[in-house]
């Protein structure tokens, strides 16, 4: 039997699209995003797509341990 081995996930995927953050939180990652999204200018915009994110995240988590999220397509 295997032991876990290391995977590089960004070699998997653009390195333009990974995003370090420094949070303590799935909320406080999510909230920290959110305020990344160039489309959304007003609070209540962004109140409203992150209360989504976080309904999305009830339904079907992106998080896969360790602090790592991967984004899921629908």
């Given at each position: 039997?295997?032991?876990?081995?290391?995977v590089?996930?960004?070699?998997?995927?653009?390195?333009s699209?990974?995003?370090?953050?420094?949070?303590?939180?799935?909320?406080?990652?999510l909230?920290?995003?959110?305020e990344?999204?160039?489309y959304?200018?007003?609070?209540?915009?962004?109140?409203?797509?992150?209360?989504?994110?976080?309904q999305?995240?009830k339904?079907?988590?992106?998080g896969i341990g360790?602090?790592?999220?991967?984004?899921?397509?629908s």
């Amino acid at each position: 039997m295997q032991g876990p081995r290391e995977v590089n996930l960004l070699k998997y995927c653009q390195e333009s699209f990974v995003e370090f953050l420094c949070v303590n939180s799935q909320e406080q990652a999510l909230a920290s995003l959110v305020e990344k999204v160039p489309y959304l200018h007003t609070g209540s915009e962004k109140s409203h797509f992150f209360e989504a994110l976080l309904q999305r995240e009830k339904l079907l988590s992106t998080g896969i341990g360790f602090g790592v999220a991967v984004r899921m397509h629908s």
